[in-house]
């Protein structure tokens, strides 16, 4: 549900509506310069996009050692 332009009443009155049914809720205004937003997920799972590291040299290199990110390389976790 995405709720918009409504008083403050309303807005808790649909979202503890929504909640109770496990409905996901999204609200927001604009009020001259400034916005608000507001959303209730509730409980749920997402997918984020983590980048593989790669694993440190053998040591021979001077320095300190840096991993190494490889922007092609990404894995998928499920939380």
């Known amino acids: 549900v995405c709720l ?3 008083s403050r009443d309303t ?3 649909v979202d503890q509506i929504c909640h109770r ?9 604009v009020f001259g310069y ?9 409980l749920h799972e997402f997918v984020e ?3 593989k590291v790669a694993k ?3 040591g021979l290199e001077q320095g300190p050692k840096r ?8 894995s998928m976790v499920k939380r």
């Open 56 to 58: 440190g040299s053998s």
């Open 67 to 74: 991993a190494k990110v490889e922007p092609s390389e990404t």
């Open 21 to 29: 049914r496990g409905v996901k809720f999204f609200s927001g205004d």
């Open 4 to 6: 918009t332009c409504c």
């Open 49 to 51: 996009e983590k980048p």
């Open 34 to 42: 400034h916005g608000a937003t507001f959303t209730d997920l509730g």
């Open 11 to 13: 807005l808790l009155r």
